[in-house]
């Protein structure tokens, strides 16, 4: 008898159908012997129309009653889950975050986890009975309640699987697992049976958007084996697990591109000692998240070039704010948001050299000019112009040897 | 300064420009100086698609269950009113059924209100701040959500009044006051200014359905001054009140009617001892309401005629629940839907006779038979075939002296 937590997004409860498929889908791990708790997100849709209400009534509304609102979408789930597994004869009742309780500090709509008492729940699954858990909610210091921000169900699964000690968090969602890049660009692409939470942790970052990143620093903090599969095809999918668990391991496990990149180039700015905090403190000030940074060795020992990204959603707030800095010394300010980034990523970087390098050489070979570079222990990345995006990953795909026989 | 309670229903708060409105009026509240509390129901059709969604996933379903979905409704209205009226400047916070406590038995789906415990309301209220309080809703002894029936949003409203001591407790809703009858038929039907707890518990059983019929036993219960007035329109409505406060008292107060009635007549029943229980004890085990009784004179001392009335949706399974009983004999089993119950109402019966001499008269003049004829210390009530209902509330609104001049 193994304890599997099981959770399934918006698209999976879309209907009542598909809640009563959900049903089918626990009720086959109910009948292995399995100990089981559900969590489970809105309906799909039900949150966008919920935080529309919210913006009709006042564009700028106090997060506490914006959890009050956006909190309903789950309850309705795991009401109408329990209803559909009792249908099946199978015992099962609802939990909302506050019935367990899942405490979470009082930073309300992106709430954090403090704890689970998971007592109750305990009882009633060691009872026979499945604990369908509202997702995304929990309940703050003062009795009031939190959501933890967009997509926090998958965080809720992962703690609540940590709380329960649980063999497994299995997340099903609409894709059947995590792929060695995206599958959409890719055809060759192959599905992963396992991959490190290191690894996952650096392609959810990077913008694979199977998982959600808190979810996988969770996972990778409390050892929560993680399997992302599919919640409309019966079949094993992707394990985040400790490295340990992995028998064979490869040197590069998936190429992961984001969009949501632009670049900013001030053209010979002053080389003087806190000019790069001069520039980059404005935009902290303003919550502007900087990511890749280059500045460019000076020819002339006075002046240098320096180039970094932003989100596209900042970049025309970035541009004003450095705009406005009038003690900023610089020829000019070119902003660019026709780039692409791409990262390879793989444990196996650790001890083996020359990753890197395979990667400037095949796009070199396609002529492809890298305009930033970044690493870390187990990723390389690289800023491209945006139309070589699909080239790019298909080339390097092939090259680190990830296609499909 | 006085305490007052408001209550909107859904369709008050039926979309996010309506809601916007309701906190314009609990603003005018707030600036004449009162200490207030909100309750307000689910957005129109809300409740409805909800309880559409239980139906979908199991048409038997748990109550405790049902009650975690529906009691969503209710919870958005709150966040959204309480953020309006903070967009308005009014400090305003939301309270749910659980966090108040508003304490309830654990009869889900039509919970009673055993307690309310206001200490944390009053603190908020003392201090400047709304209390928007979802109705409908409250917790139950096992720490799980319970909700009190439809049209339960009044009886909260009514409770929260009792609870806080309230001065006056508002119900706002889609007409504007408590008429004589029902204005769509008669035309002259009149807005009553004041009206006793005890004709508008008669007045709500009877068919009107201004207010839900436990709100009014609970506010004669509690002594709770009861306002019913327009979401729309900015105008005093009909209070109901202590007897006491009503200095011009009128013989009739108002007629109702009711075609929610049906009308069994058993033929030539055997007259002996027993017999009225043997018919009615199978249908109170099948949960069916008899209402008025009438048993006629036996004319050769062995066979008597028995007539009585049930709800309409409920005919079929009383002739069915009869047609079975095989001890039970009779000659014939006669059905009748085509009926309607109109009653007169009014406190000065108790001390005036005449009043239902006048209503049979009246009938009388107009060539209307009476089926069937009950009575109580306020009230008489008649059984009429329904094609007469309209000139028989016209008939009678003009003889009692309510039509408008």
């Not at 086959?28 to 849709?45: F, I, K, Y």
């Amino acid at each position: 008898m193994a304890r599997i937590v099981m959770k399934f997004g918006g698209t999976s409860v879309g209907d009542c159908d598909r809640i009563k498929n959900v049903a089918r889908r626990v009720k086959a791990e109910v009948d292995r012997g399995n100990e089981v708790a559900v969590v489970v997100s809105a309906m799909s849709g039900v949150t966008n129309q919920l935080v529309d209400y919210c913006k009709q009534i006042a564009p700028l509304h106090d997060a506490r009653e914006y959890d009050v609102v956006v909190s309903t979408g789950e309850q309705v789930t795991i009401g109408l889950l329990a209803m559909a597994l009792q249908e099946l004869g199978v015992p099962a009742r609802s939990w909302t975050g506050w019935q367990i309780p899942i405490e979470t500090d009082d930073a309300h709509g992106k709430a954090r986890i403090e704890g689970i008492a998971v007592e109750g729940l305990e009882r009633a699954m060691k009872d026979g009975q499945v604990a369908v858990v509202a997702g995304f909610q929990g309940i703050g210091p003062e009795n009031r309640i939190t959501t933890l921000g967009r997509g926090g169900s998958d965080t809720s699964a992962v703690a609540l699987a940590a709380a329960l000690k649980a063999d497994r968090c299995d997340i099903y969602t609409d894709v059947d697992g995590v792929y060695t890049t995206d599958p959409r660009i890719v055809a060759k692409a192959r599905k992963l049976d396992k991959i490190t939470y290191e690894e996952m942790l650096e392609l959810a970052s990077l913008g694979a958007k199977v998982l959600q990143t808190r979810s996988v620093e969770m996972a990778m903090k409390y050892r929560v084996r993680v399997q992302v599969l599919s919640s409309f095809v019966d079949a094993p999918g992707t394990l985040v697990c400790d490295e340990d668990e992995i028998v064979e391991k490869e040197l590069v496990s998936g190429i992961a591109y984001s969009r949501d990149e632009a670049k900013i180039t001030l053209v010979k700015v002053d080389d003087r000692p806190g000019v790069a905090a001069a520039i980059f403190g404005p935009l902290t000030d303003a919550n502007i998240n900087v990511d890749m940074i280059v500045q460019n060795v000076s020819e002339d020992g006075t002046h240098t070039d320096l180039t970094f990204t932003v989100a596209k959603s900042d970049l025309d707030r970035a541009v004003k704010v450095l705009s406005e800095k009038t003690d900023l010394k610089y020829d000019r300010l070119v902003p660019d948001s026709t780039v692409v980034k791409i990262s390879v990523i793989g444990m196996g970087m650790r001890s083996h050299a020359g990753v890197a390098q395979k990667m400037f050489k095949t796009l070199a070979d396609k002529s492809i000019n890298i305009l930033l570079i970044s690493t870390s222990e187990i990723k390389v990345s690289v800023l491209i112009a945006d139309e070589y995006a699909e080239l790019a990953l298909r080339a390097l795909h092939s090259a680190y040897g990830l296609d499909t026989k």
